[in-house]
T-cell receptor, first 114, second 111 residues
Framework: DTAVSQTPKYLVTQMGNDKSIKCEQN?????MYWYKQDSKKFLKIMFS???????INETVPNRFSPKSPDKAHLNLHINSLELGDSAVYFC?????????????FGSGTRLTVV | RKEVEQDPGPFNVPEGATVAFNCTYS??????FFWYRQDCRKEPKLLMS???SGNEDGRFTAQLNRASQYISLLIRDSKLSDSATYLC????????????FGTGTRLTIIP
């Protein structure tokens, strides 16, 4: 039973397309995150939602729009994809106030823009 | 300057050896500290939290020096399965508990 599941696992698409990545967690956590890991393997936060409310919005192009229909789901929609968007995108969840228990990460979505 | 700095390595260490990684953080208001482990093409996973008094989990020992803003991880009797990238992680804002990652230190244990 996967705790944080992301789909798709791999995504290859052409520049200019619009794509979505979905994330679901069954841990009962109240907070979900999107992280981007670039080609240099550096992990950087993009967004965070707590109980469907946006609480972190780092400097990310407007082409990226997160949506959280409920606290168990956090999706990421990307418009007008660019070559530089190629990266691994990780979804994660945690319980706010219990960070010492760690985040649980999904297995990642490897996005390649050609 | 990056908020969390690590030596990227790679560290190539013979099996059974002891290896230590260091990490520095720039925000003196940082609240919580962790080591995460990431295997090749996998997601990061929590290895251990780091407490002010230092803490140990089996072969792994973590230390925190708040005055020097420095965190360390010591691995004793290294195993082949310890080969991975070790990520130093800090929470600076207790309100949103955003994890800020270092660039990671790559460790390879050689048989």
């Amino acid at each position: 039973d996967t705790a944080v599941s992301q789909t798709p696992k791999y995504l290859v698409t052409q520049m200019g397309n619009d794509k979505s990545i979905k994330c679901e967690q069954n841990l009962g956590h109240d907070t979900m995150y999107w992280y981007k890991q670039d080609s240099k393997k550096f992990l950087k936060i993009m967004f965070s939602y707590n109980n469907k409310e946006l609480i972190i919005n780092e400097t990310v192009p407007n082409r990226f729009s997160p949506k959280s229909p409920d606290k168990a789901h956090l999706n990421l929609h990307i418009n007008s994809l660019e070559l530089g968007d190629s990266a691994v995108y990780f979804c994660a969840s945690s319980q706010l106030g219990r960070a010492n228990y760690g985040y649980t990460f999904g297995s990642g979505t490897r996005l390649t823009v050609v | 300057r990056k908020e969390v700095e690590q030596d990227p390595g790679p560290f190539n260490v013979p099996e059974g050896a002891t290896v230590a990684f260091n990490c520095t953080y720039s925000n003196s208001a940082s609240q919580s500290f962790f080591w995460y482990r990431q295997d090749c093409r996998k997601e990061p996973k929590l290895l251990m939290s780091v407490y002010s008094s230092g803490n140990e989990d089996g072969r792994f020992t973590a230390q925190l020096n708040r005055a020097s803003q420095y965190i360390s991880l010591l691995i004793r009797d290294s195993k082949l399965s310890d080969s991975a990238t070790y990520l130093c992680v800090v929470i600076s804002n207790f309100g949103n508990e955003k994890l800020t990652f270092g660039t990671g230190t790559r460790l390879t244990i050689i048989p």
